[in-house]
Nanobody, 125 residues
Framework: VQLQASGGGLVQPGGSLRLSCAAS????????IGWFRQAPGKKREGVLC????????YYAGSVKGRFNIFRDNAKNTVYLQMNSLKPEDTAVYFC???????????????????WGQGTQVTVSS
C-alpha cells in the first residue's frame, strides 16, 4: 500500500498548481484522504480533506476559496487544486489516508495511517 504525492514546483504569487496523490495497492475511493503541509520551522498542519462521502473539510482557513480537493476514481488519484497561491503557501505538501472503513475527516495527522512522501511547493517571485 503506497501513496505518491507529486505536482509541486516553483510558482509565482497568484499562480496555480495541481498536486496529485496517487495510490497503489488499494482503491482510494474507499478511504478518507487528507492533504497536509509543513513549512520550514513550523508544525505540519491539515489543509483539506475529502471524506468517504466526498464531502470536503477545510482545516487551514487561509486556503478556503483558493484550494479544492477532488477524486478521480478512474485514475485512483486525489487532487489538490491550488489557485491564487501566496508566498505563505510555501511548504512541503503531503497526502495521507485514514484506515479503511473510517469515513470521516480529521485535522490531526496522527489520525492518518498511510502517508505519501511529500512534494515541495514554493511560491515566490
Amino acid at each position: 500500500v503506497q501513496l505518491q504525492a507529486s505536482g509541486g514546483g516553483l510558482v509565482q504569487p497568484g499562480g496555480s498548481l495541481r498536486l496529485s496523490c496517487a495510490a497503489s495497492g488499494f482503491t482510494l475511493d474507499d478511504y478518507v484522504i487528507g492533504w497536509f503541509r509543513q513549512a520550514p520551522g513550523k508544525k505540519r498542519e491539515g489543509v483539506l480533506c475529502i471524506s468517504g462521502s466526498d464531502s470536503t473539510a477545510y482545516y487551514a482557513g487561509s486556503v478556503k476559496g483558493r484550494f479544492n480537493i477532488f477524486r478521480d476514481n478512474a485514475k485512483n488519484t486525489v487532487y489538490l487544486q491550488m489557485n491564487s497561491l501566496k508566498p505563505e503557501d510555501t511548504a512541503v505538501y503531503f497526502c495521507a489516508a485514514r484506515s479503511r472503513y473510517i469515513t470521516v475527516c480529521s485535522a490531526y495527522d496522527s489520525m492518518y495511517y498511510y502517508w505519501g512522501q511529500g512534494t515541495q511547493v514554493t511560491v515566490s517571485s
